[in-house]
Structure formats: structure tokens, C-alpha cells
């Protein structure tokens, strides 16, 4: 399972930082990643790393805003929120699995695990 964590409510032009780490084992060799789902929207991608090389994949809404990175020490994931909007606000969920492809990273589908969401609330 994947304990998400750091969501909360800002002004427009505040920031945030979301963790996900996994409640047993580690994150080695998985791609993890986040989604979010605003009321009455489908869920999109935001943004995942593949922890073997780092490799990074942004939705275009977020890019240079959001930062998303590893720590391997901590066993944590990090989505670091910056300029958040008010388009921003939603559930926001972690995500993880062993064997992502690149073209496949921004696929909700190629998850195996997923946490519980944590809220993020952006007002005007």
C-alpha cells in the first residue's frame, strides 16, 4: 500500500509539497507516479519518476510549476507544487508499479498500487 501525505488548502501563487511512500517494502525499480481527479472530472496524470534513472514525465498543465523526485534514503516520493491555481485543486493520488514503459508512464492503467488521495484545495 502507498501512504500519500501533504495536501491542504492555499491562496492562488502558494505552494505544496506531496509525499508517497509505500507502507512495507521499497520503491527500487518501481515508476511512481501522481494523478489527480477534480469533482465531477476524470482522473488525469500530473506527473512520474522512474526511480531507476530518474527519468521524469510532467502533464503540460503542470510543467515548471511542479517538481517530482526521489528520495532513496527516506524511501519517499515528492511532488513539489509551486504557482498552484485554482484549476489545481482535487483529490491528488500516488500511484506505483514495477515495468513502466515510458510511453505508458502517463497511463492511469499501468499502476499496479495506489494510495488513499490526499485533498488539495487552491482558492482565488
Known amino acids: 500500500q502507498l501512504q500519500a501525505s501533504g495536501g491542504g488548502s492555499v491562496q492562488a501563487g502558494g505552494s505544496l509539497r506531496l509525499s508517497c511512500a509505500p507502507s512495507g517494502g521499497t520503491f527500487r525499480s518501481y515508476t511512481v507516479g501522481w494523478f489527480r481527479q477534480a469533482p465531477g472530472k476524470e482522473r488525469e496524470f500530473v506527473a512520474a519518476?522512474?526511480?531507476?534513472?530518474?527519468?521524469?514525465s510532467y502533464a503540460e498543465s503542470v510543467k515548471g510549476r511542479f517538481t517530482i523526485s526521489r528520495d532513496r534514503l527516506k524511501n519517499t516520493e515528492y511532488l513539489q507544487m509551486n504557482s498552484l491555481k485554482p484549476e489545481d485543486t482535487a483529490v491528488y493520488y500516488c500511484?506505483?508499479?514495477?515495468?513502466?514503459?515510458?510511453?505508458?508512464?502517463?497511463?492511469?492503467?499501468?499502476?499496479?498500487?495506489w494510495g488513499q488521495g490526499t485533498q488539495v484545495t487552491v482558492s482565488s
Open positions: 500511484a506505483a508499479s514495477q515495468g513502466i514503459i515510458v510511453s505508458s508512464m502517463k497511463n492511469s492503467a499501468s499502476y499496479r498500487y
Open positions: 519518476i522512474r526511480w531507476t534513472d530518474s527519468h521524469t
